[in-house]
């Protein structure tokens, strides 16, 4: 069965934000007197904004109640959105638009499929909310990865079957909510960390049509 849509993931395959988001967290964190290194920072990828404020909760081993929850998680989103407001073309990851240019060109569908709130800033900052047919994100899903909704929601609102969809994830929960929705994983970053992803490369610089209609032929066969 052949491709028709592949659906990315925005946070750490388009686009680096990983940083600004351990720089806010590291704001708030310091603030509430709890230590969060780099190596924290990697448990939350993927991860929707308010489960990553009970991991570093957790971390510190400081309690919340929903109020101061919320009123952290706002914090840090001002932060965060402070460094992303400044954010330029030049930090979409290298190969990403010229990959995403040969799909559309050959008719593939394109969609993003992420747990963030901040997309469409993100997508407006770095000029490529054109480039897309369809956006999923943290502003329209309930249910965080790795449950399937915000690939399943891709595709309804492309109009494909989730069978003839490919998803391109940096996060172990992202790989496997690819999984639940019966979709093809091709994983970003390393095949010892995303071991269910059917195929792994390090950068969509990796990727082109061709090695696209190889490898989905080997998977789906
Ligand atoms: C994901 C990131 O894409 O979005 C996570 O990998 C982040 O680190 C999540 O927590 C939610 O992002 P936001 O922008 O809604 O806080
Ligand atoms: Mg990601």
């Not at 991860?47 to 309690?63: H, M, P, Q, T, W």
């Not at 840090?76 to 240019?101: H, Q, R």
């Not at 993003?112 to 047919?133: H, Q, Y």
Request: glycine share 6%.
């Amino acid at each position: 069965m052949q491709t028709s849509a592949c659906i990315f993931d925005l946070d750490g395959v388009i686009v680096d934000t990983a940083r600004y988001h351990f720089l806010a967290w590291k704001r708030l964190t310091d603030q509430l007197g709890i230590h969060f290194t780099e190596e924290d920072n990697e448990r939350l990828k993927g991860v929707s904004r308010i489960a990553s404020l009970d991991i570093i909760l957790e971390i510190g081993k400081v309690n919340a109640d929903e109020n101061q929850k919320h009123e952290y998680a706002t914090r840090k989103n001002k932060w965060y959105v402070e460094y992303i407001s400044k954010m330029t073309p030049d930090e979409i990851l290298p190969g990403s638009l010229a990959f995403i240019k040969e799909l559309r060109n050959a008719g593939i569908r394109v969609a993003i499929g992420s747990a963030s709130k901040n997309t469409p800033m993100i997508l407006e900052r770095v000029g490529i909310s054109e480039l897309f047919d369809a956006v999923a994100d943290g502003n329209i899903v309930k249910r965080a990865k790795p449950d399937p909704e915000v690939f399943l929601k891709a595709a309804e609102l492309l109009d494909i079957e989730p069978q003839r969809c490919v998803v391109f994830e940096d996060a172990v929960a992202g790989v496997q909510a690819a999984l639940n929705a019966g979709m093809m994983c091709i994983g970003i970053g390393s095949p010892g960390i995303l071991k269910k992803a059917q195929f792994v490369i390090s950068g969509l610089n990796e990727m082109n049509l061709m090695k696209l209609r190889i490898l989905e032929n080997e998977i789906r066969s």
